[in-house]
């Protein structure tokens, strides 16, 4: 059974999500969904799922087979970015590539490779005890309630500002990963060019 700290923890890392995919569809091509499109490439952020006790998303890229042609290329690409990706600082957890075949018309289909990242924090990790403390003391000094973070699920002014930490946290920590799959695909298609 879920515990309260799960289900509030998911919904802001959830909100947290919301609010990149906006900035995101705002900054490059919007698609439907939780989707948008850069250098005619399409990435995709998916929804948190809580997982033991780790906030879990997955992020996609959509491998452009336009510019691949063949297997070869295309598991060559995928081998590449997940070489540029396992470097980085927060690696996701797994790096697969997956094959989707859709129908949008019943009659018609098409074949589209992703890369698909897994990312996993801890709960523990989306908040710091020192940084709430000082959040507090500062809106404490300043009466200034209105400041506070208005979050169902919280009672006290500590457990608001612990709320909005693990949105701002994700909302960081997917922006770095989304930026990072970002430059390694044009690091490996400049690669691939040249």
């Known amino acids: 059974m879920a515990t ?21 569809q705002r900054m490059y091509t ?25 906030i879990e998303f997955e992020i996609s890229s959509k491998i452009p087979q336009d510019e691949l042609k063949g ?10 970015i997940k070489q540029v990706l396992s470097k980085t600082k927060n690696k996701p957890v797994s790096i697969e590539m997956e094959n989707i075949v859709w129908d949008s018309k019943k009659d018609t289909e098409k074949e589209r490779d992703y890369v698909k990242l897994l990312y996993s924090y801890p709960l523990n ?3 710091n005890n020192k940084e709430v403390m000082a959040r507090f003391e500062k809106i404490t000094a300043n009466e200034d309630s209105e400041s506070l973070p208005a979050h169902l ?22 922006r770095e990963n989304i930026e990072q799959l970002i430059n390694a695909n044009k690091q490996v298609r400049a690669d691939m060019k040249s």
């Open 71 to 80: 297997d070869k290329k295309m598991s060559g690409y995928f081998n590449k």
């Open 30 to 54: 919007p698609k439907k969904g939780r989707r948008f499109n850069h250098e005619n490439i399409t990435y995709e952020i998916s929804r948190p799922g809580m997982v033991k006790d780790n």
């Open 153 to 174: 699920g919280a009672l006290t002014p500590q457990g608001k500002i612990v709320l909005q930490m693990v949105k701002e946290t994700i909302l960081s920590f997917a």
């Open 4 to 24: 309260l700290k799960r289900i509030l923890f998911s919904r802001l890392a959830g909100d947290g999500l919301t609010q990149l995919i906006r900035e995101t």
């Open 125 to 127: 990790d989306l908040y």
